[in-house]
């Protein structure tokens, strides 16, 4: 599992309900963090880059991407790069939010990165055309998801300045769904539910995201021997003790 920092975090907590069976390492590309300043061809280079030393030193059966702002950008180039290897990416969950509102108003909420992605734009022209989609770049809260995550302290008022563009009042419809298009933003979930204006939808993809990788798993690839822990690595090779704690936390030796 690969992330540029904690927020893949949240997909590995479901990938280990659902395959508990399973050894995961789980790589924060903290060295490169945060991945939403980017710019596109810098980012790409580096991350098809590193997965060609990820792939030969962990040998996974299986690689998952469960960031936004990496895989709207390098999923393709990935596939190319190593084509025997399996990817599962994340990608803003437009689909399922044009399905289930009923307001018509949509917001996508990720990283300045996710926002300006071609991708991003295709899958709202593919899947949502019938409904208007805000896309809301937040620059501040994968930092602050990091920072909440390892101090439990979290400014309320960045998160309610950060969220308020999602919310759209217009002819007398408000937006009912907000697609949670950062892997990070789940982790401040409930500190969104208690700033938002009014009550609507986080559309959280996880779940979804760990039963797609289950379901590309060959059972016969389950090891019978006693398997090693997973593991966490940190491309910047310093972990600080509040990091190495967070990791325990998640059952990870670092
Ligand atoms: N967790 C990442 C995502 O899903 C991005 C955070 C960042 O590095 O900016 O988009």
Redesign the pocket.
């Known amino acids: 599992m690969f ?3 904690i ?2 975090l949240t997909v590995l907590r479901e990938a280990r309900v659902l395959m508990p069976d399973r050894r995961f390492v789980y790589v924060a590309d903290d060295a490169a ?5 980017w710019e596109e061809e810098g980012l790409r280079a580096r991350i098809v880059d590193l997965f060609g030393r990820l792939i030969s030193d962990h040998q996974p059966v299986l690689c998952v991407i ?6 709207t950008l390098v999923l393709a180039d990935l596939r190319k790069a190593y084509p025997a290897m399996p990817f599962v990416g ?1 990608v803003p969950a437009i689909k399922p939010a044009a399905e289930r509102t009923r307001s018509g108003l949509v917001s996508v909420l ?2 300045p ?2 926002v300006k992605r071609q991708y991003t734009r295709d899958l709202i022209q593919q899947w949502a055309s019938k409904v208007e989609v805000r896309l809301v770049g937040s620059v501040r809260l ?2 602050l998801a990091e920072a909440y995550m390892r101090s439990g302290f979290i400014d309320e008022e960045i998160v309610r300045s950060e969220i308020e563009p999602c919310f759209v009042e217009e002819d007398g419809r408000r937006t009912d769904i907000v697609v949670l ?5 789940p982790f401040l979930a409930n500190r969104m539910r208690k700033v938002a204006p009014w009550p609507v939808d986080w559309l959280d993809p996880a779940e979804a995201i760990a039963r797609r990788a289950m379901s590309l798993l060959d059972p016969a690839t389950v090891e019978d021997a006693p398997r090693l822990p997973d593991k966490a690595v940190f491309t910047s090779g310093r972990i600080e003790p509040v990091s190495r704690r967070l990791m325990q936390g998640f059952g990870l030796v670092v």
């Open positions: 992330d540029s920092g927020g893949g963090f945060p991945y939403g300043d469960p960031c936004n702002t990496a895989s994340t990720a990283t990165g996710t994968a930092a298009a950062c892997t990070h933003y």
